[in-house]
């Protein structure tokens, strides 16, 4: 009986001493960061919420992600975008709204945390889908909520041309994505040029994203990590060439 305790024994200590290991070495894995909260934005298709799972699971952090599946509209507003842009924005806006006011409530010097979106991105997609008259019933909505978002210490925005948009939206295979016009994207991703052209409310890295693969390339992802750790004030760009071997 006292060789099967001792050899028990040795053994749940050999057991405990391998998942100390492997937790120290998860633990080394966690990449440091000056940043407490980071934010990915981009048009339709870019890889923003690809790259925020990702960042996320570097720096060990909560995410904060968008729900699109949950808006009840956007399928409808995709397919006749007239019919509903205004229900479709409205929710997303409220939705917006309770995770960045959970967020603003919650110590953001205790943990890193990510997110695929900022909350200007609402305005920039109202003033593109609504008329004159659902933006300005729109505009009257986001005042009264009075939200108090936030500010990101960095913005990580994605660029890519429409023609690199429409191949990744076809691959990920959404159903009620495929639906998007060219059009729309081609207009959508001059609303976000023209936003971030002149903005200086963060300090901001714009990422030339069409010839990189952050999710599926090691090398990529590595390379815009790099990037992304280093502390920032202003505007910086990352333009990775594509290797020609």
Known sequence: MMTTTTETTTNDRS?????TARDDAEAIAIVQTPHRYVVVEGPIGVGKTSLARRLGK???????????????????????????????????????ARQLQDLRQADLFEKVRV??????????FARLTLDEQEYALYEQVYARLAI??????LIVYLQAPVD?????????????????????LERLNDAYARFFLEFDAAPLLIVNAADIDPLGSEAD??????????PRKGRHYFNPLKSLL
């Open 58 to 96: 570097s720096f060990g952090c909560e995410l904060v992600l968008e729900q699109d599946a949950e808006n009840p509209f956007l399928e409808r507003f995709y397919r006749d975008p007239k019919s509903v842009a205004f229900q479709t924005q409205l929710y997303f806006l409220f939705q917006r």
């Open 115 to 124: 997110a695929d979106y900022m909350l200007d991105k609402d305005r920039l």
């Open 164 to 184: 690199v948009l429409l191949d990744r939206i076809a691959r990920r295979g959404i159903a009620y994505e495929q639906q998007i016009e060219r059009r729309y």
């Open 148 to 153: 108090d978002a936030p500010a990101p210490d």
């Open 221 to 230: 992802y590595e390379g815009l990590l790099a990037e992304v750790v280093r």
């Open 15 to 19: 057991s405990t001493a391998d998942s």
